[in-house]
C-alpha cells in the first residue's frame, strides 16, 4: 500500500523518543519529531517488522536516530547513540547516525584542485576540511519524498546542496533510500547528481554499540573483523600521507576477527597516537563498485552480530575516541570514549587531493552511488 506523507501513528505505539515498539511486518509510519530551535518542524519516519526490528529515520540530516535489534534471547534494544530531541542534534553536533557529505572524513588544507580551478573549502577541523563544512548534509533539513509499506518497508529523502555551500562547486541533488527486510536487513542507498564538475563522498556516521546503547557496557569487548589488507596512515592532522601500509603485524590487523580493546590504547603505534585510537580509513580488498562485505562486528554479551556490505572503496572504523563525557543522549546517557564505534563506507579522506586514490568526481551526466547493507543475526556463545 502506497503512503506517501501519511499522516498519524496509525497503530504504532511509540513510547518515547528513543524507544519504538513495532506493531506490524513490513511497516512504515510518519511521525512528527519536534522542531529545531529556529522553529523548523522535523519529520521521523518509522520502518518495523514483527521481528522486533524498528529503524527510525529523521528529516533533519537523513540521521538514523534509532535502530532496535533482537538479541539471542529476544530482547530488543536500541544500538544507536543519538539523541531525544531534533534541537540537539544542531546545538550539540556529534554526526551520530546523520547522512555526512557532501565530502564525508577530512579534505587537507581545506581546498582541492579540480580542472585546473582551486576551491576553497570551509576550514571546520582545523586547518582542515570535515564532512562537507559548517552546513554539511547532515545539518540540512530534507523533503520526505516517498515512504511504503511491504517487502522491505523504505523511505526517501531528498536535499539540494547548492552551488558554492561549503566552497563546493555545483548544484548537488542528493537522494537517500532506506529500507528494512522481513528479517532485518537494513539497506541505505545514496545517490547523487550535478549540474557541473564535483567532488561527492557520502556516507552514513552512524555510532554502533551491539551490547545496547543504554546498556553500560562500551564497545572494547566486541569482536571485529574489517576485509582490507592495507590502511591509508595519516599525519597528526588525521590527513593520509598518500601511502597505502599493510595491517599486518599491527594493531589495525582485523583480518581475522578479534576483539576492539586488545591494542587500541598502545601508545607506541604512533598511528594510534594520532587518532587517540581507531580513526582510520581501511581499504577493502578487491574493491570494483560491486556489494561486498567490508565488516563484520560481534557483541560477545548479547550475541548480536552486524555484517556490512557496501559498494564503497573503504571504510572508516572509528572507535570513539572523541566521546568526553560532556554529552548527553538518549536514555539519559552520558556519551563517553569507546562507547560506541563507527563504520563508515566511503570513498578514502583527501581522495581530491592524492592522485593515488580512487576520484571522487561527479560530472554532469553521471551518477553517484553508495550502497550500504546491515544485516543482522545472533550466535549462542554467551559471554555473560
Request: glycine share 10%.
Amino acid at each position: 500500500m502506497r503512503s506517501d506523507l501519511r499522516q498519524g501513528l496509525m497503530g504504532l505505539s511509540v513510547i518515547a523518543a528513543g524507544s519504538i515498539n513495532p506493531v506490524d511486518a513490513a511497516d512504515a509510519r510518519r511521525e512528527n519529531f519536534g522542531a529545531t530551535a529556529d522553529g523548523t518542524a522535523v519529520t521521523a519516519v518509522v520502518l518495523s517488522n514483527d521481528r522486533g526490528f524498528a529503524v527510525r529515520i529523521l528529516s533533519l540530516g537523513a540521521t538514523i536516530q534509532s535502530l532496535h535489534v533482537p538479541d539471542r534471547d529476544g530482547e530488543t534494544a536500541d544500538i544507536l547513540l543519538g539523541y531525544s530531541n531534533a534541537a540537539d542534534y544542531l546545538d550539540k553536533p556529534r554526526y551520530f547516525g546523520s547522512t555526512v557529505g557532501r565530502y564525508a572524513n577530512r579534505i587537507g588544507d581545506a581546498r582541492f584542485e579540480l580542472d585546473g580551478r582551486v576551491h576553497e573549502l570551509e576550514a571546520n577541523d582545523g586547518n582542515n576540511h570535515l564532512h562537507g563544512g559548517l552546513l554539511g548534509l547532515d545539518k540540512l533539513h530534507w523533503t520526505l519524498d516517498a515512504m511504503e509499506d511491504g517487502s522491505p518497508a523504505y523511505a526517501v529523502f531528498r536535499v539540494v546542496s547548492p552551488d558554492g555551500a561549503g566552497g563546493y562547486p555545483g548544484n548537488l541533488s542528493v537522494q537517500a533510500r532506506f529500507s528494512l527486510a522481513d528479517d532485518g536487513e537494513m539497506r541505505i542507498e545514496y545517490e547523487a547528481t550535478t549540474d557541473e564538475p564535483t567532488i561527492v563522498n557520502i556516507t552514513n556516521h552512524a555510532y554502533f554499540n551491539l551490547a545496547g546503547a543504554a546498556s553500560g557496557r562500551g564497545i572494547l569487548d566486541h569482536e571485529l573483523k574489517i576485509f582490507a589488507n592495507d590502511i591509508t596512515p595519516v599525519d597528526e592532522g588525521l590527513i593520509p600521507t598518500g601511502a597505502l601500509a599493510g595491517v599486518a603485524g599491527t594493531p589495525f590487523d582485523f583480518r581475522q576477527a578479534r576483539r576492539i580493546g586488545d591494542e587500541v590504547r598502545d601508545a607506541s603505534n604512533e598511528q594510534l597516537l594520532f587518532g587517540r585510537g581507531y580513526d582510520h580509513n581501511f581499504v577493502l580488498n578487491d574493491a570494483d563498485g560491486s556489494l561486498r562485505p567490508a565488516a563484520v562486528l560481534r557483541d560477545p554479551f548479547s550475541g548480536r552480530v552486524m555484517e556490512m556490505l557496501t559498494t564503497a572503496p573503504a571504510v572508516q572504523f572509528y572507535s570513539g575516541n572523541f566521546l568526553d563525557g560532556l554529552t548527553v543522549g538518549k536514555h539519559d546517557q552520558m556519551y563517553r570514549q569507546g562507547d560506541a564505534l563507527c563504520l563508515e563506507p566511503q570513498v578514502h579522506p583527501d581522495a581530491p587531493n592524492q592522485p593515488g586514490f580512487p576520484s571522487a568526481r561527479l560530472d554532469p551526466g553521471e551518477k553517484y552511488t553508495n550502497v550500504i547493507v546491515l544485516r543482522f543475526s545472533t550466535d549462542d556463545a554467551d559471554a555473560r
